[in-house]
C-alpha cells in the first residue's frame, strides 16, 4: 500500500508540474506573437518617418501613420511625439539584416556573441544619440506614470536572440529558449553599455570584455551541450 501511496503521489505532482510548464510555455509565446505585431507596427512607422527625413518633409506623428497607412490613434499609442520618433528612426536606419550580423556562424554561443557584439559597437558608435533617446524614454515613462499599455522601446534585441538560438532552439524548449533570450536581452544593449560606463567606470575596451565574459557565463549555465556527433565506425580490416 505505501508503495501504491507513492507511486500515486509521483503520477499526480509529474502530471501537475506538465500541466503547470505547458502553461508557462503558452504564455511566452503568446506574449513573443504579441510583441513581433507590435514590432510590425513600430517598423512600419519608423520607416514612415525616415522616407519623410529622406524628402526633407516634417516628421510627424500623423504624417507618418498616413504614410504607412496605421491609424493615427494608434500612431500615437507608440510614439506620443514627433521627438521621439524622430530619434529612434535614426537610431534604427543603423540596423543591419540578422542574416549580415549572424553571418556564417552556425555554433549557437557564436551567434549569440555576434548579436552582442553588435549591440554594444552599436551603441559605443552613436552613444550620445542613445543617451538623448533613453533620456527621452525616460520622460515619457514618467508622463506616463509607470502605464504598460505598449512598450516605450521596440526591444529589437529579442527578435535577434531568438534568430541566433534556432540552432539550439530544440535542445532548449520553447520555455528554457525564451527565458534565455530573456536573459540575453536584460544584459546587453544600450543599458548594459551604459551601466558599465557610467556606474562600473570602464573604458570602451573594458566594457566590450566585462560584456562578452557576462554573456559566456550566462551561455555557461543555460545553453546545454551539443550531442556528439555520430561516428562512422571503422571499415573491416581486410
Do not use: N
Not at 90 to 95: Q, T
Not at 134 to 142: F, H, K, S
Not at 181 to 193: I, R
Amino acid at each position: 500500500m505505501r508503495r501504491l501511496y507513492h507511486y500515486e503521489t509521483y503520477v499526480s505532482s509529474y502530471f501537475r508540474v506538465s500541466r503547470l510548464t505547458t502553461r508557462v510555455v503558452a504564455v511566452l509565446q503568446g506574449v513573443a506573437g504579441r510583441t513581433a505585431q507590435k514590432g510590425r507596427t513600430r517598423a512600419a512607422l519608423l520607416a514612415a518617418a525616415r522616407a519623410l527625413m529622406d524628402r526633407g518633409e516634417v516628421v510627424s506623428v500623423a504624417a507618418a501613420a498616413d504614410a504607412a497607412g496605421i491609424s493615427r490613434a494608434t500612431a500615437y499609442r507608440y510614439f506620443s511625439d514627433p521627438q521621439t520618433l524622430t530619434i529612434e528612426a535614426m537610431l534604427d536606419a543603423r540596423m543591419k539584416p540578422i542574416e549580415e550580423i549572424l553571418g556564417d556562424a552556425t555554433d549557437p554561443r557564436e551567434r549569440v556573441q555576434r548579436v552582442r557584439r553588435f549591440l554594444l559597437v552599436l551603441t559605443r558608435d552613436a552613444e550620445a544619440q542613445f543617451r538623448q533617446y533613453i533620456a527621452r524614454t525616460m520622460e515619457l515613462w514618467l508622463a506616463r506614470r509607470g502605464s504598460d499599455r505598449l512598450p516605450l522601446r521596440a526591444g529589437r534585441r529579442l527578435a535577434m536572440y531568438r534568430r541566433a538560438l534556432e540552432p539550439a532552439a530544440a535542445r532548449l524548449g520553447p520555455g528554457r529558449c525564451e527565458q534565455l533570450v530573456l536573459m540575453l536581452a536584460a544584459t546587453s544593449g544600450v543599458e548594459s553599455f551604459l551601466g558599465l560606463k557610467d556606474v562600473c567606470g570602464l573604458d570602451d575596451a573594458a566594457a566590450e570584455t566585462t560584456s562578452a565574459a557576462i554573456t559566456d557565463a550566462i551561455l555557461d549555465r543555460s545553453l546545454p551541450p551539443a550531442p556528439p556527433r555520430p561516428t562512422r565506425a571503422a571499415p573491416p580490416a581486410a
